[in-house]
C-alpha cells in the first residue's frame, strides 16, 4: 500500500461527491499532483470515510479487484491503488468519474449479466441479517451513463475458480502461441499462478543489471512483457508507471492478471509490432518511456530499429538471442544512442548479450 505525501491543507478538497461510506476529491491541484505519482491524469481520490480496509462489509482489495474486472469491459472507473492518507484513512485513486449521470437499460442489464455470470456477491443487506441489496445496481447516483460507480461490499463469491479459470486463460494462449502445442510452462514464470518458467528471472536481472538501476518515478516500457515478470518487478521498484506490450491474444487475460495480483497501475497493451507501435501512445498517452525493455524480442518483431530507440527517452537495456554476436546489433544502436555499452551475457538459455544504451553520454 502506498503512503501519499500530503499535508491537512492539500487535503482540504471540497468533496465533489459524498456518500455514506465514501467522500470523491477531486479538482485541479489534485489530479496535477496524482498525475506526477501514477503517470495518468484524470485521477480522483475516493476517500472511505470508516477506519480499516473494509469497505462496506467487504475486504477493500477484493471489491477493487471486482471493480477493475468490469473496468476492463467498460463497466466501472478503474482503480490505480490503494492509498494511505495523512490522517490514516484509506482511499482508493481512482478514474474521475461524476456520479448522477443516468445509465441506459442496456447498460444495467449488462452490468446485471457480468455480476450473475462471474458470481459476485455482496455484503450490503437491507436489514441486518437480511437478503442482499441489490436496488442500488438501479439507482442513478451510482452511475456514470453506462459506468457503475458503487463497488463498496461487492466481492467474487468464489476467488479459487476465478483464479483457476485466469491460469486456464492464460495458458489457452500459451498454447496459441506454440501453435497449438500442449503447454505445461512458459517462457517467463508466474508462480503466484503456478505457472513455471523457462528462464532464470534472477539471472537476467543480475545480467542486465536492473536490480541495480533506480526506477522509483520513472516511466518503464517492457516490449514483448510475455507474463509480466519485468513489469511487476519495476512496479515493486516504484516506478511512476509501467506498461508490457505483447501480442493482442496474451494481453487481455494479462490485463486481467495484473490485476487479481493487485498490479494496478500495470498496463498491458495488446499490439503486433512494430506495424502498431503507435498504439502503444495511443493507449498509454504517453509519448516516450524512461527506460525501455528489449529482452530477446527482436527476432520476433523484424530485428532492432529506430523505433524502439524513438520509444526511449533516456535508456535502453537490450537482450539478444542465443547464438547472437555483440555485432549483430552494435551499428545500429550506435547510430539511435550516445552511450552503448554491452555489460555482459545472459547464459541460462543460451548465451545472450545484453546491451546498456543512452540517450545522454
Not at 190 to 204: S, V, W
Not at 253 to 262: D, F, S
Request: hydrophobic share 40%; charged share 25%; proline share 5%.
Amino acid at each position: 500500500m502506498k503512503t501519499l505525501e500530503l499535508t491537512e491543507a492539500q487535503m482540504d478538497v471540497h468533496p465533489v461527491g459524498l456518500g455514506r461510506f465514501c467522500r470523491i476529491l477531486y479538482d485541479e491541484w489534485l489530479d496535477k499532483f496524482l498525475a506526477k505519482r501514477f503517470g495518468r491524469k484524470g485521477l480522483c481520490l475516493k476517500v472511505l470515510r470508516y477506519p480499516g480496509d473494509v469497505w462496506e462489509g467487504a475486504p477493500l482489495e477484493q471489491a477493487v479487484k471486482l471493480q477493475n474486472i468490469a473496468a476492463l469491459r467498460g463497466m466501472a472507473p478503474r482503480v490505480y491503488a490503494i492509498v494511505k492518507l495523512p490522517d490514516g484513512m484509506l482511499a482508493q485513486v481512482t478514474d474521475w468519474t461524476p456520479p448522477g449521470v443516468e445509465p441506459t437499460l442496456e447498460g444495467i442489464e449488462k452490468l446485471a449479466r457480468f455480476l450473475r455470470e462471474i458470481g459476485a456477491q455482496t455484503a450490503k443487506r437491507i436489514a441486518p441479517n437480511g437478503p442482499a441489496k441489490w436496488d442500488i445496481v438501479t439507482s442513478t447516483s451510482n452511475w456514470c451513463g453506462d459506468r457503475f460507480l458503487d463497488w463498496g461490499g461487492m466481492t467474487l463469491a468464489d476467488q479459487q475458480n476465478y483464479e483457476e479459470g485466469l491460469r486456464a486463460r492464460v495458458m489457452v494462449r500459451i498454447e496459441r502461441a506454440y501453435r497449438g502445442d500442449p503447454a505445461d510452462h512458459t517462457y517467463q514464470a508466474l508462480p503466484q499462478l503456478n505457472i513455471a518458467g523457462a528462464r532464470d528471472f534472477k539471472h537476467r536481472l543480475d545480467a542486465t543489471g536492473l536490480d541495480k538501476l533506480e526506477l522509483k518515478g520513472k516511466t518503464v516500457l517492457a516490449l514483448g512483457c510475455n507474463l509480466g515478470e519485468f513489469c511487476f518487478y519495476a512496479d515493486d521498484r516504484g516506478a511512476r508507471r509501467v506498461v508490457g506490450v505483447d501480442l493482442p491474444f496474451l494481453a487481455q487475460p494479462m490485463q486481467e492478471v495484473a490485476n487479481w495480483l493487485g498490479y494496478w497501475n500495470v498496463d498491458i497493451v495488446g499490439a503486433e509490432l512494430p506495424r502498431e507501435v503507435g498504439t502503444i501512445a495511443e493507449a498509454t498517452k504517453l509519448q516516450g518511456f524512461d527506460v525501455v525493455l528489449a529482452l530477446s524480442i527482436c527476432n520476433h518483431i523484424g530485428g532492432y530499429g529506430r523505433w524502439i530507440a524513438d520509444l526511449c527517452k533516456d535508456m535502453l537495456i537490450l537482450e539478444g538471442h542465443g547464438g547472437d554476436q555483440p555485432e549483430k546489433y552494435l551499428d545500429d544502436l550506435r547510430r539511435d544512442f550516445a552511450k552503448v555499452d554491452l555489460v555482459g551475457y545472459t547464459t541460462d538459455v543460451m548465451k545472450r548479450p545484453v546491451f546498456v544504451c543512452r540517450k545522454g553520454a
